[in-house]
Nanobody
Framework: QVQVVESGGGSVQAGGSLRLSCTVS?????????MGWFRQAPGKEREGVAI????????NYADSAKGRFTLSKDDARTTLYLEMSSLKPEDTALYYC??????????????????????RGQGTQVTVSS
């Protein structure tokens, strides 16, 4: 069973930065998965933020994240990071890391599908104050 665990959330002032981390375990071959982040703010729909195809490294970001959020990964530790900069109050949300078997994900990968991924963590809170 694939397990996903996020960490790294917190409270920052607008314009600040945060790095979220996601570790995954229980997989057979990590490169056969797509991973990403989605978020949900109170009273709002889930929003896919970023996605990466772990086989070919292709990425995609939501328009709201482009130029401010960056995905990276540490292969040795099977950890996925979401570097967030120039944070805005509207980025305040519970952020989830998620994973899905790559064969179930349409190509080219799009961030919007991450919210529907099968495997997800418990979420980590990000709060941005003005």
């Amino acid at each position: 069973q694939v397990q996903v665990v996020e960490s790294g959330g917190g409270s920052v002032q607008a314009g600040g930065s945060l790095r979220l981390s996601c570790t995954v375990s229980g997989y057979r071959l990590l490169s056969s998965y797509c991973m990403g982040w989605f978020r949900q703010a109170p009273g709002k729909e889930r929003e896919g933020v970023a996605i990466i195809d772990l086989d070919d490294g292709s990425t995609n970001y939501a328009d709201s994240a482009k130029g401010r959020f960056t995905l990276s990964k540490d292969d040795a530790r099977t950890t996925l990071y979401l570097e967030m900069s120039s944070l805005k109050p509207e980025d305040t949300a519970l952020y989830y890391c998620a994973a899905e078997l790559a064969l179930r994900v349409r190509r080219p990968v799009r961030a919007g599908v991450v919210a529907a991924f099968t495997y997800r963590g418990q979420g980590t809170q990000v709060t941005v104050s003005s």
